[in-house]
């Protein structure tokens, strides 16, 4: 069973432009981590909030987490055409490292 | 560093015909994970070990699946008949363990067809 949903499905933008991707989950989570997956790299991880966490940045990266709402949001800003992927949020729900990876999110990023 | 190997990385078979898929994770990673990855969809967890012992294993079908983790690092998932349901990405990931970092790295996975 998947406990993510990603929002939208798929977003199609041009290259500079900001990406923003929304997760929305059922259950608490110990963390909550977010994967961008393309066909030559694999999934790759890119970053974890923990529950505690209301926002972290990692380069163009920002991640937001709203545990009243069980959401999470992921920013990419400044897109590249190398940003194009597949982009999932996981969930922790135990802090055992058993993760529950939502359906993602396709983001292309045109030149 | 070397990353998550997986081997092959792609395989066609008949229904019901055997199939192995091998992984051999990041040296020093105590937590090896199998997930099934079907088109469009995220990872599913099938099983996760600690060390060589199976301490998640909810998700896997027992009747058909198994999977071992001999002497705690490399990993060995069977299909044995496969179903034509069966075709799908499996990929083995691996992490430091619990109670250290929760980041997984992924394997390129096995791309299974069965036809």
């Known amino acids: 069973s998947q406990q993510g949903e990603e929002d939208p499905q798929a977003l199609s933008i041009q290259e500079g432009e900001n990406a923003t991707m929304n997760c929305s989950y059922k259950t608490s989570i110990n963390n909550l981590q977010w994967y961008r997956q393309n066909s030559g790299r694999g999934l790759v991880h890119l970053i974890l909030?923990?529950?505690?966490?209301r926002e972290k940045h990692s380069g163009r990266l920002r991640v937001t987490l709203d545990t009243s709402k069980k959401s999470s949001s992921l920013l990419i800003t400044a897109s590249r055409a190398a940003d194009t992927a597949s982009y999932f949020c996981a969930t922790d729900n135990s802090g055992y490292s058993t993760l529950t990876f939502g359906k993602g999110t396709m983001l292309l990023v045109s030149p | 560093e070397a990353g998550v190997v997986q081997s092959p990385r792609y395989k066609i078979i008949e229904k019901k015909q055997p199939v192995a898929f091998w992984c051999n994770p990041i040296s020093g990673h105590n937590t090896l994970y199998w997930y099934l990855q079907n088109l469009g969809q995220g990872p599913e967890l099938l099983i996760r070990y600690e060390n060589e012992e199976a301490v998640d294993d909810s998700q896997l079908p027992k009747d058909r699946f198994s999977a071992e983790r001999l002497k705690g690092v490399d990993s060995t998932l069977k299909i044995q008949p496969a179903e034509l349901g069966d075709s799908a990405v499996y990929l083995c990931?691996?992490?430091?363990?619990?109670?250290?970092?929760?980041?997984?790295?992924f394997g390129p996975g096995t791309r299974l067809t069965v036809l």
């Open positions: 909030i923990r529950s505690n966490e």
């Open positions: 990931a691996s992490s430091l363990g619990r109670g250290r970092s929760n980041e997984q790295f």
